[in-house]
């Protein structure tokens, strides 16, 4: 009877509550903190990786920042840039646009492997932007 009714349910599948389906039809994750999904997790991770190692040529100018800004980047399944979102803004306006401009320079991002590209259409990747000694796009602690 258990498999009965877990047949066509998966079980190993991120959970639900991560998923956000819009009006639209779009399977979207917000990624905040600890994902536990491997392929997303090293997905996110390579984007970090990325935004760090470019985004660090243009930050000597922005290391006086009192407010680390959290910011959401929507990436499309093909890679392509969604959305920028400040869910809290530095305060500077010259550093938000640093953001948005270090986030436009290293678009295109890569195409969703397809092990992801079949379970979403959008990841959200919500990170504190941290801007110290290098710049540096951390997981947000509640």
Excluded: C
Excluded at 30 to 49: C, G, H, N, T
Aim: charge should be positive; avoid cysteine.
């Amino acid at each position: 009877r258990a498999r009965d009714a877990l047949r066509g349910l998966d079980v190993l599948g991120a959970p639900p509550h991560a998923l956000q389906d819009r009006p639209s039809g779009q399977r979207r994750l917000l990624a905040m903190r600890a994902i536990r999904d491997v392929p997303v997790k090293l997905y996110v991770e390579s984007f970090r990786q990325k935004i760090e190692r470019t985004g660090n040529l243009a930050t000597s100018s922005l290391r006086s920042v009192r407010v680390d800004p959290v910011v959401i980047v929507a990436i499309r399944s093909d890679g392509s840039v969604e959305d920028i979102s400040f869910v809290r803004s530095s305060g500077r306006p010259d550093v938000d646009q640093a953001i948005l401009n270090i986030v436009k320079i290293n678009a295109r991002y890569s195409a969703f492997p397809p092990n992801i590209a079949d379970r979403y259409d959008v990841i959200e990747i919500r990170r504190v932007w941290s801007f110290d000694e290098t710049l540096r796009l951390i997981e947000e602690v509640n």
